[in-house]
């Protein structure tokens, strides 16, 4: 741990004044204190000016935007397919944007297990009791559409800490069933904020003969990514989280050339050979790249503004993005030691197991979340104790950071929650 961490404000803003990322004017935060970015990024004027271009386009070329757009709408989700493959260290053709995170999911793995039918190999799917649940959902649904039991097939490795993965344990399940046709993990754990090891997962599921896919839901725009070189096979993230592209944003998905070709699990016309797609015929020709992966028309307003954010990313670097996030998680991790003895640190300090963000435990971390809110500090909660704290670098300073911190000193020595009422439903 960097033991040169001082406590106070002045040093916070000495770290600010050396850090080498600060676009804070670039974004619209409704709050001070914006530390959510993790669940839904702010509003950059970027990813404005470029929403206020297509409707431009739109007001002024009606149909011919799918043509004579700029870029031309038609090719929107290649084109920013291409943009974002070296965000994730892909090869041009195996990016696309399109449909929302949880439908990628359904489309791939679906797509995966026809893989594995017409193998004749075994389709069971290994997952985690930490995952998102959408992913179980999707994974359930499409392995009942295949007649095939979903407590039988989706193999689920428990956490022994109710925070964390072991790999040991990923590799004790595909020792245990010899039938497994895919191993899908998340990179980073939407609750405590573990980083799994991409590479030396998907080398694993290969030496058991089994595809590797990950949800990047919690590290695309945090960190880079190498998805073609450790030869991952399938992946799919959201654009709205780290990348800030609007709430429901269109999402991304990643396959791996050798599977371009292959027939998707949820094929639609916007997949079809684009060469060929308006001759109209009654039988589909899956474009040969991750293009195929796409169904429905692409939503070009849900699109356009990650056009505008990929302009900062590429201004950043995402190399230099994720340098200053580790070293402002670090920074936040050092005030929850210092300042916040009695709440608990649900997250890796080890940097190469750390996504983004930190969770801070509490038992009253509901309540605590919502005076957070109450005090303009924008953070999250997620069942049963954990408050999310992200420091966000294209946006959130150490300052910041040290500020967020002593709000929260304030409302535990205060007892500040106490006002607030116990959970109800709704989100948090
Ligand atoms: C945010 C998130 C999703 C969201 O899926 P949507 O289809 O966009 O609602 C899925 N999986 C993970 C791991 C996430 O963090």
Redesign the pocket.
């Known amino acids: 741990m960097d033991d040169e961490i001082e406590l106070g404000c002045e040093y916070a803003q000495q770290r600010d004044d050396a850090a080498s990322v600060n676009l804070r004017d670039r974004f619209y935060l409704p709050d001070d204190l914006y530390l959510d970015g993790n669940s839904l990024g702010p509003l950059s004027t970027d990813a404005e000016r470029n929403l206020q271009h297509v409707v431009d386009e739109w007001r002024e070329r009606g149909i011919q935007g799918w043509t004579d757009g700029e870029p031309p709408w038609f090719h929107y989700g290649e084109h920013l397919g291409k943009r974002l493959a070296p965000i994730v260290g892909a090869r041009e053709d195996e990016v696309v944007v399109a449909n929302?995170?949880?439908?990628n999911i359904h489309t791939l793995v679906g797509t995966f297990l026809d893989q594995r039918a017409e193998l004749g190999r075994g389709q069971k799917v290994i997952v985690n009791d930490l995952?998102?649940p959408?992913?179980h959902y999707a994974i359930r649904a499409q392995l009942r559409i295949r007649g095939l039991d979903p407590d039988e097939h989706l193999v689920i490795v428990e956490s022994h800490d109710g925070r964390t993965l072991r790999e040991d344990d990923i590799a004790a399940a595909l020792d245990e069933h010899d039938d497994v046709g895919i191993v899908f993990m998340?990179s980073v754990f939407?609750r405590s904020g573990q980083l799994l090891d991409i590479k030396s997962i998907t080398d694993l599921a290969h030496e058991h003969d089994a595809f590797a896919g990950f949800?990047l839901?919690?590290s695309v725009g945090a960190m880079p990514h190498s998805l073609a070189e450790n030869d991952v096979d399938f992946a799919v993230w959201?654009h709205?989280?780290y990348l800030n592209a609007g709430p429901?944003a269109i999402?991304g998905l990643y396959v791996h050339r050798d599977y371009h070709g292959e027939l998707p699990a949820l094929a639609g016309w916007w997949g079809h050979e684009k060469d060929t797609q308006f001759e109209m015929q009654l039988t589909y020709t899956p474009a040969h790249s991750a293009g195929a992966w796409q169904i429905g028309t692409v939503p070009i307003l849900s699109a356009a503004p990650l056009a505008g954010v990929l302009d900062i990313i590429d201004e950043v670097g995402i190399k230099t993005l994720r340098e200053q996030s580790v070293a402002l998680t670090e920074y936040l991790i050092s005030l929850v030691d210092e300042r916040l003895p009695e709440c608990t640190l649900g997250t890796p300090r080890d940097p190469a197991q750390r996504g983004g963000h930190v969770a801070i435990e509490h038992p009253e971390g509901y309540r605590i979340n919502e005076a957070l809110k109450a005090h303009g500090v924008i953070v999250d909660f997620r069942s049963p104790n954990v408050i999310r704290m992200c420091p966000s670098p294209l946006y959130v300073s150490f300052e910041d950071v040290w500020d967020a911190v002593e709000h929260l000193r304030e409302i535990l020595d205060e007892r500040v929650y106490e006002q607030f009422e116990e959970r109800g439903g709704g989100v948090t």
Do not use: Q
């Open positions: 929302s995170t949880t439908v995952d998102f959408t992913d998340p939407y949800d839901a919690h959201c709205y989280k429901g999402a």
